[in-house]
């Protein structure tokens, strides 16, 4: 059984596994076919938060009602694969610089680019 994984690149990032291994260890070994779906959660609060802050609570409302019924989200949501939390990510650095161009600080822009990366 070893062979069929030698040679295959993985090409998930650290911080897929440690969360992964953060939620196994919170919640048991069989939570992780939950992990996407909490994450799928933590995307929709996130999204609807920052939307409001930037924009308003209309277009919070719409965005928040378009991630939840797109079919990507919802078949990637069920399955531990990283697109969930490639869109928080995505989404909390488009966030973060937009507020780093508005306070035209430097420190502004390094967690921007860390949370975007």
Do not use: C
């Amino acid at each position: 059984m070893p062979d069929i994984y030698s040679g295959a690149l993985n090409n998930q990032p650290p911080l897929f596994h440690v969360l992964g291994a953060i939620f196994k260890g919170l919640f048991g070994e069989y939570s992780l076919r939950y992990f996407n779906v909490f994450l799928l959660a933590v995307l929709v609060i996130l999204m609807y938060v920052l939307i409001r802050i930037f924009v308003n609570a209309n277009s919070a409302r719409l965005s928040t009602m378009l991630i939840i019924s797109s079919p990507l989200i919802r078949q990637f949501s069920v399955v531990f694969y990283l697109e969930v939390i490639s869109a928080i990510t995505f989404f909390l650095g488009l966030f973060l610089l937009i507020g780093a161009i508005e306070k035209r600080r430097y420190s502004a822009y390094i967690i921007a680019g860390v949370a975007g990366h």
